[in-house]
């Protein structure tokens, strides 16, 4: 099986950064995609990044510029920079992949959550 395992998060003081950082392991032939997702208390899950097959680079337009998502293919790894956090960021952050396990069949894999705490 798949198993997504995700680090980093904590307290930290508003205009601080912290980096979060999310390992694929099991079962994998190929990671197609890799992000973050986060869900503020009391509020809907929300993209935060994501990096795409191929490259390409997904951001939350309000966190633009002070997020960055990068990702090592031979790691099966993703990790998320964050910088001058706000109170606002305050969320679970969850580490997501769709995965193939074989040729034909893909599954969408989350990790356990991440708590990050901007006090302000």
């Known amino acids: 099986q798949v198993q997504l395992v995700e680090s980093g998060g904590g307290l930290v003081q508003s205009g601080g950064s912290l980096r979060l950082s999310c390992a694929a392991s099991g079962t994998i032939f190929r990671i197609i995609a890799m992000g973050w997702y986060r869900q503020p208390p009391g509020k809907e899950r929300e993209l935060v990044a994501r990096?795409?097959?191929?490259?390409?680079?997904d951001y939350a337009e309000s966190l633009k510029g002070r997020f960055t998502i990068s990702r090592d293919n031979a790691k099966n790894t993703v990790a998320l920079q964050m910088n001058s956090l706000k109170p606002e960021d305050t969320a679970v952050y969850y580490c997501?992949?769709?995965?193939?396990?074989?040729?034909?069949?893909?599954?969408?894999?989350w990790g356990q959550g991440t708590q990050v705490t901007v006090s302000s």
């Open positions: 997501q992949a769709y995965i193939y396990v074989n040729t034909s069949r893909w599954s969408i894999y």
């Open positions: 990096s795409n097959s191929g490259g390409g680079l």
